[in-house]
């Protein structure tokens, strides 16, 4: 089965006090999205990747597919103004008959082996959404306060959250919602039931400068075990 990876890079510096998207940031020496990029190509030698990006930085995405060594796997697509915009817009360009992953560009640090996981699980059970266990204490907060929950109930979700395409393409027809959150929410918005695997404690989404200090040493530790 054909395997496309929509990846979203529409974020900016705002978080991380730049005037540079922090996609474009320098991590263990590449931009953060080569890395991101590298992690999809390395997985499967037929997938192929849909980069959305935002106009002005079509041109810079170029420049990094080249940099991967293999920019004939990788198509650029415009964004829209939401992520779902955006989404829907490399969800365009993905055939009906494929396995198709939905990633965040700045989750710098997937592994090879979790995109392969992901993929396994959707031809097993239909989807598969990756995520890892709450490890602090969590409560929730209301109009009249705020109560504990059973942490071990909380899953944490992270991206690539994987389906077929035809399922999600169908998903993406619905008029936004602001429940919307992610793919997850909007699938599960026709009714299907939404499947979790095991994610990776190191596949953290770079937000602020302390999340980039974080990256480059779990990469120093990968460079130093081989990895």
């Known amino acids: 089965m054909e395997k496309y990876a929509v990846i979203v890079a529409g974020g900016s510096g705002r978080r991380m006090g730049t005037d540079r998207p922090k996609q474009f940031l320098l991590l263990h020496g590449k931009p953060v999205l080569w890395h991101t990029l590298s992690a999809f190509l390395s997985a499967f030698d037929d997938l192929h990747i849909v980069l959305v990006l935002p106009q002005p930085y079509l041109e810079e995405g170029t420049a990094i597919a080249q940099l991967t060594g293999l920019p004939g796997r990788i198509q650029l697509v415009t964004g829209g103004a939401t992520r779902y915009d955006s989404v829907k817009s490399g969800l365009a360009v993905v055939p009906g008959n494929a396995i198709v992953f ?17 993929y396994t699980g959707t031809l097993e059970i239909g989807n598969a959404i990756p995520a890892i266990a709450a490890v602090d204490t969590i409560r929730i907060a209301g109009a009249d306060g705020n109560k504990q929950v059973d942490r071990n109930l909380v899953r944490i979700i992270q991206t690539p959250q994987t389906f077929f395409s035809s399922r999600l393409k169908a998903a993406f027809e619905q008029p936004y919602n602001d429940s919307f959150t992610d793919e997850a929410t909007v699938v599960e918005r026709l009714g299907e039931k939404i499947n979790l695997v095991e994610g990776e404690t190191t596949n953290i ?15 120093e530790k990968r460079e130093a075990q081989g990895e």
């Open 205 to 219: 989404k770079i937000t602020s400068p302390m999340d980039l200090l974080v990256a480059e040493k779990i990469l």
């Open 102 to 118: 939905v990633h965040d560009g700045v989750r710098c640090l997937v592994t090879p082996s979790l995109i392969q996981r992901c």
